[in-house]
């Protein structure tokens, strides 16, 4: 069984950092598209940046340059350093899996199979 626990929100303010982490255990899937989701509040959960197969990076245009997913194998972990946080990013954040991926863009083909519980992210002005 796949299980999947984000760690690392709390409360910064604007131009702060913060470094989410999901710790996976029981993926034995040979492909992987990794990535992390943000549900704003009153919001549609959107993707926000996905790793596929570990060498393909993708990432939202709200987050690009502000934002590195990163995977760590040795640790099961994915993670996602936020630098220059805005109040915009306020949301509860998931880290989500699934084997099968796309060729180009965010990675998921579907929604994703496996989800983490959410940690939560406010950033105050």
């Known amino acids: 069984e796949v299980e999947m626990v984000e760690s690392g929100g709390g409360s910064v303010q604007a131009g702060g950092s913060l470094r989410l982490s999901c710790v996976i255990t029981?993926?034995?899937?040979?492909?992987?598209?990794l990535g992390w989701y943000r549900q704003a509040p009153g919001e549609e959960r959107e993707v926000i940046a996905t790793l596929k197969n570990g060498i393909g990076y993708s990432y939202s245009d709200s987050v690009k340059g502000r934002f590195t997913i990163a995977q760590d194998d040795a640790k099961n972990t994915l993670s996602l350093q936020m630098n220059s946080l805005k109040p915009e990013d306020t949301g509860m954040y998931y880290c989500?899996?699934?084997?099968?991926?796309?060729?180009?863009?965010?990675?998921?083909?579907?929604?994703?199979?496996?989800w983490g519980q959410g940690t939560q992210v406010t950033v105050s002005s």
């Open positions: 989500a899996a699934d084997p099968s991926f796309r060729a180009s863009g965010f990675c998921y083909l579907k929604p994703p199979r496996y």
């Open positions: 029981g993926y034995t899937w040979k492909t992987s598209c």
